[in-house]
């Protein structure tokens, strides 16, 4: 079986999860430019409680760098013409 890495749910599921952080780390790497040495998932996601489209306004991951930076990653596959509404609801949390 082939999954979609842009489908929000199997994003979180790979990427959010301590056993995974590797390949986390080469993701963000690859996508900023900057080398990681370490990365801290802040929130493990719960596989049991994940269902297909579930839409609540969860974080899909928050990671912290090895300089403390926080990032803040969400995979958003349609532009919804939302992102300032979405920015303010995660910061806001």
């Known amino acids: 079986m082939k999954l979609d890495l842009k489908n929000d749910v199997v994003f979180k599921a790979f990427f959010a999860r301590k056993g995974n952080k590797e390949f986390l780390i080469d993701f963000l790497e690859a996508l900023f430019k900057i080398k990681i040495k370490n990365i801290n998932i802040a929130q493990e996601v719960d596989l049991g409680k994940l269902v297909q489209d579930e839409k609540t306004g ?25 992102i300032v509404t979405r920015t303010m609801f995660y910061g806001a949390k």
Not at 58 to 81: F, K, P, S, Y
Request: overall charge negative.
């Open 58 to 82: 969860r974080l899909d991951v928050q990671a912290i760098l090895n300089d403390g930076v926080v990032v803040d990653i969400e995979m958003q596959v349609t532009d919804e013409h939302n």
